[in-house]
Each structure stands twice: as structure tokens, then as C-alpha cells.
């Protein structure tokens, strides 16, 4: 079976609803800005995130939260298939603090473990994504969803924001903070490091310690995450790769695909239903 992706967008809630199947190499490491909550229907998933790799087999759910480095790979020649809904962040924190009455303030919605074995969350996952994915009533929707996020409350903890964090060193919190700032600059990790006051190969060791990347491999992935959600508004791949800084439409399509296994026009066109 060759490898194919479906993805869908609900206009009510901004969720993204993927099923996909892969062989081989599924995609390379990226991560995404919103929570995703899936399941894995056949095969296994292979993944490597917060430096452990994981196995995903037939009905596991996957949690990842925003900023969660992982790949993909299918390590059995059958490959595997998923379906997954990605829920937006505040979207999640604000429904889950509906539910928790006590949720503390200044923490946000963490997942400490990312495979469950879970039937009940595993059947509501799937409900949802389905629900979801082919637009069934609105009401049937947030049902299915209000369901997911009852099961979700069950293996997830708030942990305070941590602004600056004290288990990260100083300069690579600087230097993360200035990519942020400045997405969309041709940066020299020269000039990084002189902002961070450091020289440049204690600041790579130091990122790459506290982050599992290069900042220039950080950067790329950054501008991904940018890119897709402006993508999902609309915008035409030309004037998204003009305005994070790629040096044109093709390097950002370059990027895009080995990330995300999709066009830049693909995906926006999913999302948005405007033509190329």
C-alpha cells in the first residue's frame, strides 16, 4: 500500500483531523504548535520524542503537546496507519479548564506519558476523529469531543509556567526567545551568540543540549510551525515563503514536505478550500 494522507479541517473549532499510512521513512523530525491526540489503527508506529523512541501498535493513543520533537517511521514492512485530530492550544486549555473547576492558575494542560493503553480513550479518540473528520452534526461533534476531553482529564497534570526556565541554561533560553523574535531574519549564529553573549560553540552545545537541536535546525522547524498556520488561513505558499524568509516557494516546499509529507498548496488547499 503506497503512502497516502487525508486531512480536513473543522471550520467550527480550527481542529485539524489527519489519517494517514505510511511505509518506510514516514517524516522527519518536526514539531507542531497545537496538541495531538491519536490513535494508531494498524502497523506500528515508530517515533523518537523527548529523547526515548517509541512504539505505537493497534489501538494506543498518542499524546504529544505542542513543541514535542518526534519523527516517523514504519519499522514492519506493512507500515501503519493513524488517525489523528490536532487540537489547538488554547482551544484545549480553555475547554479543560471548563471541566476542571480547580485547575491551578499560571500552569498549563501536560501530558508526562505519551502512549496509552487506554480502551475507553481509545474509543473516544477514534469517535472524535471521526465525528470530526467527516462533519457529522454539530452537535454530534462537540459531544464526541466533550467525550475525548473527559477521557483526556485522566492522564494529564498542570504544570506551572516556568518563565525563564530554571532547568534550561541561560543562553540557550535567550537564544530561543531571539529566534522567535526574529523568525523571519537571515540570523548568523554569530550574531546569536553575540546576543547571548557567549561564543558560538558553547551556545550550539548549550541549545542543543537544552533543545535536541542546532538553532539553525530550530529556525527551519519555527518557521514551519508559522507556516502552516498561515497556510491554513490562506495565505498562497509564495507570499508565506517571502515573509518567514525561505529564499523562495521551492525551499519552503522542500521543507514542508520532508516535515509534513504534504505541499504547501496541498495543505492549504485542505484547510482553506481556495484554490492554488
Keep these: 500500500m503506497s503512502n497516502w494522507i487525508d486531512l480536513r479541517q473543522d471550520a467550527d473549532t480550527g481542529i485539524e483531523s489527519v489519517r494517514a499510512h505510511f511505509t518506510g521513512h514516514a517524516y522527519d523530525p518536526h514539531w507542531h504548535d497545537s496538541f495531538l491526540v491519536g490513535v494508531t489503527e494498524q502497523g506500528v508506529q515508530q517515533f523518537n520524542c ?14 504529544l503537546e505542542p513543541g514535542d520533537l518526534h519523527d516517523g517511521h514504519a519499522p514492519t514492512v506493512e507500515g501503519f ?6 487540537l489547538d492550544a488554547n482551544w484545549l486549555e480553555t475547554e479543560l479548564r471548563a471541566l476542571f473547576e480547580q485547575a491551578p492558575s499560571g500552569a498549563l494542560p501536560s501530558f508526562g506519558t505519551l502512549l496509552h493503553q487506554d480502551p475507553r480513550l481509545a474509543g473516544a479518540t477514534a469517535r472524535a476523529f ?12 462537540q ?6 476531553l473527559s477521557c483526556l482529564t485522566g492522564h494529564l497534570h498542570w504544570r506551572k509556567r516556568l518563565d525563564p526556565d530554571p532547568r534550561l541554561p541561560l543562553c ?7 529566534l522567535h523574535a526574529h523568525l523571519d531574519q537571515d540570523i548568523g549564529l554569530a550574531e546569536l551568540a553575540q546576543v ?3 561564543d558560538r ?10 533543545f535536541g537541536l542546532a538553532p539553525h535546525a530550530y529556525l527551519i522547524l519555527l518557521r514551519l510551525a508559522r507556516a502552516r498556520r498561515l ?14 524568509g525561505f529564499a523562495d516557494q521551492s525551499h519552503l516546499g522542500r521543507w514542508f514536505r520532508r516535515a509534513y509529507r504534504l505541499t504547501p498548496a496541498d495543505y492549504r488547499k485542505r484547510c482553506s478550500n481556495l484554490p492554488d
Design 50 to 63: 523527548r529523547r526515548e523512541r517509541h512504539c505505537s501498535t493497534p489501538g494506543q493513543v498518542f499524546v
Design 81 to 86: 496507519t493513524y488517525s489523528t485530530l490536532y
Design 130 to 141: 471521526e465525528t470530526v473528520h467527516y462533519s457529522d452534526l454539530r452537535i454530534v461533534r
Design 143 to 148: 459531544t464526541a469531543l466533550d467525550d475525548l
Design 172 to 178: 540557550a533560553q535567550v537564544a530561543r526567545d531571539y
Design 196 to 198: 547571548c553573549g557567549v
Design 201 to 210: 560553540f558553547r551556545l550550539t552545545r548549550a541549545f542543543k543540549a537544552a
Design 231 to 244: 497556510l491554513a488561513l490562506g495565505e498562497t505558499p509564495a507570499s508565506v515563503a517571502t515573509a518567514l
